[in-house]
């Protein structure tokens, strides 16, 4: 899951003496981690992802990485749908710490570099709170072996076709 490589970029947000230098490796590394993933698990977007302006490319495997990390859940639970079911929730908890603010203890973004990437992203870009939850709704129904009924949840599981 999204905790691989956490050491390393989780190093910045200890602060400290020099943790803008830190702060700024972290970043990096957590940029790095997900074109990384992306290119693993979504060949196709990584290769749409190169043609993006450079300023725009950082943002855009957050998210997409943020998608592979979603979509993985269901083959690397087995079927355990309990598995499944808290690791959707790990991840509504840490969109619920980066739109929402830290609500006491350590910092859950931290531990992810997809999480430290999605992050920034989302204050760069303003994006959506309620878009990253639908993402989430509609993975999670497919865990669940829900299938597509009625135009509503068409339409809701439609809004993930561009990250697919």
Known sequence: M???????????????AGSSASSSSSSASSQQYCLDLVKKHDFDSY???????????NSYFAIRS?????AMIRDNTHGNAMAGR????????LLQEIYHGQHGGASMVATSPVAQ????AV??????ERWFE????????????EQVRGYT??????ALCFLC
Not at 86 to 93: A, G, L, P, S, T
Not at 123 to 128: R, T
Not at 134 to 145: F, K, N, V, Y
């Open 153 to 158: 949840l068409l339409w809701a599981g439609g």
């Open 117 to 120: 990437a999605l992050s920034e």
């Open 2 to 16: 999204a905790r691989r490589g956490h050491s390393s970029a989780s190093q910045g947000a200890r602060g400290g």
């Open 66 to 70: 943020f998608n592979a990390e979603i």
């Open 123 to 128: 204050h760069k870009h303003d994006l959506s």
């Open 47 to 57: 290769v749409a992802g190169l043609l993006l302006p450079a300023a725009a490319r």
């Open 134 to 145: 639908r993402s989430l709704d509609a993975r999670q129904r497919d865990l669940a072996g």
């Open 86 to 93: 808290i690791r959707f929730q790990w991840w509504r908890d």
